[in-house]
Nanobody, 120 residues
């Protein structure tokens, strides 16, 4: 069983920055791609970013491209999401998830989420 624990959320003013962390349990963290998702109130969950197992490949949603950076430290079983130039529309619960390996869109383990609130 894999457990994912996010942290780093909070309240920030527009234009500010936050760094989210997601620590994974287990010994197989470095074998899997990891993703970040978010869900705003009343909206569907949406993809934010994904990073390959080695960290060599990343992909972002258009809405965050150029502002957010996903990275990972396999020695620490941790994936990060650096969020800069935050906008009120970035307000959401942010989740990390482990990609199952079967496709880029299939995730098998999810964290409980961390709230990010951006004030205008």
């Amino acid at each position: 069983q894999v457990q994912l624990l996010e942290s780093g959320g909070g309240l920030v003013q527009a234009g500010g920055s936050l760094r989210l962390s997601c620590v994974a349990s287990g010994r197989t963290f470095s074998s899997y791609s990891m993703g970040w998702f978010r869900q705003a109130p009343g909206k569907e969950r949406e993809f934010v970013a994904i990073i390959s197992w080695s960290g060599g490949t990343t992909y972002y949603a258009d809405s965050v491209k150029g502002r957010f950076t996903i990275s990972r430290d396999n020695a620490k079983n941790t994936v990060y999401l650096q969020m800069n130039s935050l906008k009120p529309e970035d307000t959401a619960v942010y989740y990390c998830a482990r990609n199952s390996g079967s496709s880029w869109s299939d995730y098998d383990y999810w964290g409980q989420g961390t709230q990010v609130t951006v004030s205008s």
